[in-house]
């Protein structure tokens, strides 16, 4: 089992910058990928980015410049760091786990919501 915690969202204008934290908890957190997934309502979660084990990046198109993974394995912990954001960016945005299957999560945290508003 793992359990994870994201922080860091909140308001911010367009252009501005978050950084996202997600804390993971009761398992070898170095066995595991992790991602970044967003969800707007009445839309489908969709990948911001991902993670591997081993330190592989993936992000997705509509990121790609603006936002940075990363993850500290002594911490326990993986990072987005958004600059550059945009009102389309506003989600809810959860961070997950996967054991085997990159883009197959095992678990999820309860979410983080960033608003990107003037």
């Known amino acids: 089992q793992v359990q994870l915690v994201e922080s860091g969202g909140g308001l911010v204008q367009p252009g501005g910058s978050l950084r996202l934290s997600c804390a993971a908890s009761?398992?070898?957190?170095?066995?595991?990928?992790m991602g970044w997934y967003r969800q707007t309502p009445g839309n489908q979660r969709e990948l911001v980015a991902t993670i591997t084990r081993d330190g592989r990046i993936n992000y997705a198109d509509f990121v790609k410049g603006r936002f940075t993974i990363s993850r500290d394995n002594a911490q326990n912990r993986v990072f987005l760091q958004m600059n550059g954001l945009k009102p389309e960016d506003t989600a809810v945005y959860y961070c997950?786990?996967?054991?085997?299957?990159?883009?197959?999560?095992?678990?999820w945290g309860q979410g983080t919501q960033v608003t990107v508003s003037s």
């Open positions: 997950t786990a996967a054991l085997l299957f990159l883009n197959q999560p095992n678990y």
């Open positions: 009761g398992s070898i957190f170095s066995a595991y990928h």
